[in-house]
């Protein structure tokens, strides 16, 4: 007897069951040999998860233009040098700053310095103006204050209050390092305004924690001395191999020695955990490089041969020596970098994440400072 023609008869399936009802079918399923169309199974394995928890502005980076050199003006009397004041509060005010000339001129200073460097070991020989002297000698004596105050013994892992005992001195000793060694007789007067970014510089004595913030802060510093005409561009490149890798010297001193927290860290999804500027300056002595690619940063060999010699294998083997693990589970974003083709696509890529990731960042620039060298537009 023919089953009614409006009625749907059971088919039967591979896997022995009815496609309809699920129930087990009279017949044995066909063998796999039978289905030439299937492909067979992969015969790999994943080293990590997808990457699902991507920060949620990737868009915004990817859609930001490459940031561009600029050359900065320099200011002429009168001085109306002044306390430098926290203006910045919600996304709206950050939006007020992008679109500011201060902004723009700040962010074209960090593109020179890191084009300044480019194609250049650290020990490369440079200009060492006076200024960049100055500079360094500063910087050499807030070290050795870090071996004079050890830390107290300590149970927990962030946070040696005797950070607040280095802080404690920096703030009694630093304008008078900065007036005896750096500034010229007319600018005496610009302590009240470049001072306070110096201050910041070097993370927060009351949370005892650095980011990314205070880095800022130190390369603000800076383009206030260039504001005033005391660095000039023929000092950039003896500002970023001498004085950058020194200020990075020290800020590492700290965290190591002080415990420093992480100030703002993204966890795993972030670049690192303390700073940025070395990653963009490194990538920049690394492009057209003959051998080295940005994969060779899995190559221990080369990180143990030449991180003294290039700010970014420098940054990739301090995380590999503080961290441990698997190096594409802790740096997850390090590792994605290190696919890139070249090290002009990471300088570019480094350059715009800066913009979008720091220097629009409410919970960062909350803490930046705006005076007469560093507009804020009303």
């Known amino acids: 007897m023919e089953p009614p023609k409006d009625r749907h008869t059971p088919e039967k399936s591979s896997s022995g069951c009815c496609t309809n009802c699920g129930g087990p079918t009279i017949s044995e399923p066909s063998p796999l040999a039978s289905l030439p169309e299937m492909s067979p199974p992969p015969n790999y394995r994943p080293i990590r998860a997808p990457a699902i928890n991507l920060p949620h502005n990737s868009q915004a ?3 930001s233009p490459v940031p561009h050199a600029e050359q900065v003006p320099v200011v002429s009397p009168p001085y ?17 700053f992008q679109e500011s000339p201060s902004f723009k001129n700040f962010l074209g200073f960090v593109v020179s310095l890191s084009e300044s460097i480019r194609g250049h070991k650290i020990s490369d020989p440079c200009d060492v103006s006076p200024t960049v002297a100055a500079i360094v000698s500063i910087l050499e004596t807030l070290l050795q204050w870090i071996d004079e105050i050890p830390p107290v013994q300590m149970s927990s892992r962030y946070g040696n209050i005797s950070f607040r005992s280095w802080h404690e001195r920096l703030a009694e000793r630093g304008e008078s390092l900065i007036l005896e060694l750096l500034l010229p007789d007319e600018f005496k007067g610009s302590t009240i305004e470049i001072v306070p970014y110096f201050f910041d510089s070097f993370g927060n004595s009351s949370r005892i924690d650095y980011g990314t913030g205070h880095e800022t802060n130190f390369a603000a510093w800076l383009y206030c001395l260039a504001r005033m005409g005391i660095v000039k561009e023929d000092d950039y490149h003896g500002v970023v191999a001498r004085v950058f890798v020194k200020y990075l010297e020290l800020m590492r001193k700290l965290q190591m020695v002080y415990c420093l927290e992480p100030a703002g860290s993204h966890g795993v999804w972030g670049l690192d955990d303390y700073h940025f500027l070395p990653f963009i300056f490194g990538s920049s002595q690394l492009i057209d490089h003959k051998y080295m690619k940005p994969k060779s940063i899995h190559n221990d060999d080369i990180l143990e041969n030449f991180s003294s010699e290039y700010m970014y294998l420098s940054c990739i083997a301090f995380v590999k020596k503080v961290k441990k693990g698997l190096f594409a589970e802790h740096s997850p974003l390090l590792d994605d970098i290190s696919g890139v083709p070249n090290w002009k696509k990471v300088n570019s890529g480094l350059l715009k994440m800066y913009k979008v990731d720091v220097l629009e960042k409410v919970p960062i620039m909350q803490h930046f400072l705006f005076g007469w060298l560093i507009k804020w537009e009303e």
């Open 61 to 63: 980076i990817i859609l």
């Open 80 to 96: 109306q040098f002044q306390p430098p004041v926290k203006r910045i509060h919600s996304p709206d005010d950050i939006r007020r």
